[in-house]
């Protein structure tokens, strides 16, 4: 019952800045707790940064902590990710994605948690 669609991503020099959107169908945004994920060539699926409504909480991996800032528009049923000072590490193509709850019934850094997820979008980072 919940549909993601990711946009935004692109090339960008290292420093640079992107911002991705997911745009959720329905009642995504009261209904469920929801997350960015990204997965490099090669590896693992790793967390990025997750967000509950009610509450206004986030959650952030160190590796990003300072850089990226999620967020939502609750009207536009869309999230967001905000990145900043980009670097080559960061190449991945990222996805987001959503609980079946309005909370984590798992640890929010881990992908097997979250039931809907989207198509993913290139972030390409050259230095």
């Known amino acids: 019952q919940v549909q993601l669609v990711e946009s935004g991503g692109g090339l960008v020099q290292a420093g640079g800045s992107l911002r991705l959107s997911c745009a959720g169908s329905g009642r995504t945004f009261s209904r469920n707790a929801m997350g960015w994920f990204r997965q490099a060539p090669g590896k693992e699926r790793e967390f990025v940064a997750a967000i509950r409504w009610s509450g206004g909480s986030t959650y952030y991996a160190d590796s990003v902590k300072g850089r990226f800032t999620i967020s939502g528009d609750n009207a536009k049923n869309t999230m967001y990710l905000q990145m900043y000072s980009l670097k080559p590490e960061d190449t991945a193509v990222y996805s987001c994605?959503?609980?079946?709850?309005?909370?984590?019934?798992?640890?929010?850094?881990?992908?097997?948690?979250?039931?809907?997820w989207g198509q993913g979008t290139q972030v390409t980072v050259s230095s």
């Open positions: 994605a959503a609980s079946t709850y309005p909370y984590f019934t798992a640890d929010y850094r881990n992908p097997h948690g979250y039931a809907y």
